[in-house]
């Protein structure tokens, strides 16, 4: 579904990101581990075209998708949960769900995904009519993964959805992504708990320093000796 190729990500003349080769296959869930700075999120980004990469090709469901607009990406099927959340803090928790479906105009549907989305996160509809920027942390990132889900995407981009977040919020939110992922949502996920991100995917890369130094199967890499040591604290 998802091909990357030779991408190559800089900020001025310091490399993020130095011509990384992957793909993400139909249905499955992704892991790109690594330590901090290590090139995730340019790469996420790079792909949701946050950001312009200065070298290689993302390819999405067949078609070249690197010279596009970031609402153009979402309207191929790709949604961004960014690292930090970024809800709209003045807008209710409803209202922030409907700015997510705002490239859709099949209501019938909206309003059936919505509720999918308040099934998955019951303490959303709880607060529905409350502004997003009164919400704790774990629910603001409940929010934005909602948020994103409500564009119907065929790719879900995560990036770090444990980051700042209590051991029990952070429980709830991968019971959710993986029941999405059971649903058929095909995701790549990035996230700094390296165990956690393993147990919840089926395959994974590891990055470091900007380039892919390892990747194979989940569970291969949880037992692999060089992931043990550098991410898993053995």
């Known amino acids: 579904m998802l091909e990357v190729t030779g991408l190559h990500v800089a900020y001025g003349g310091i490399q993020a990101v130095r011509s990384i ?10 892991a790109l581990i690594g330590a901090n700075g290590a090139g995730k999120s340019s790469t ?36 961004l949960v ?3 959340r970024g ?31 308040y099934s998955y996160f019951p303490r959303l509809k709880e607060r529905a009519g409350q502004l997003a920027g ?7 990132q409940m929010l934005a993964i909602g948020r994103a889900l409500m564009s119907r995407p065929k790719l879900l981009l995560l990036d770090e959805p444990s980051m700042g977040l209590a051991p029990i919020m952070v429980q709830k939110i991968f019971e959710v992504v993986r029941a999405v992922a ?15 991100a393993l147990e919840s995917s089926q395959r994974a890369y590891v990055m470091e ?4 130094s390892l990747n194979g199967e ?12 550098a991410y898993l604290g053995e």
Request: negative net charge.
């Open 209 to 212: 320093s900007g380039e892919i």
């Open 87 to 117: 809800v709209f803090p003045r807008l209710t928790v409803a209202d922030n769900l409907g700015m997510g479906a705002y490239i859709r105009d099949d209501t019938v549907n909206i309003a059936v995904d919505l509720e999918k989305v």
């Open 21 to 30: 080769t992957f793909h993400v296959n139909q249905g499955e869930t992704v």
């Open 82 to 84: 960014p690292e930090g």
């Open 44 to 79: 996420l980004k790079a792909i949701a075209r946050v950001i312009s990469a200065v070298g290689g090709d993302v390819h999405f469901c067949g078609q070249k998708i690197g010279h596009l607009a970031p609402h153009d990406i979402i309207r191929q099927g790709i949604a």
């Open 182 to 196: 059971a649903d058929g949502m095909t995701t790549l996920l990035i996230e700094q708990n390296a165990r956690l």
């Open 218 to 229: 989940s569970t291969a890499l949880l037992h692999d000796p060089k992931v043990r040591a």
């Open 134 to 140: 009164t919400l704790s942390g774990g629910e603001q």
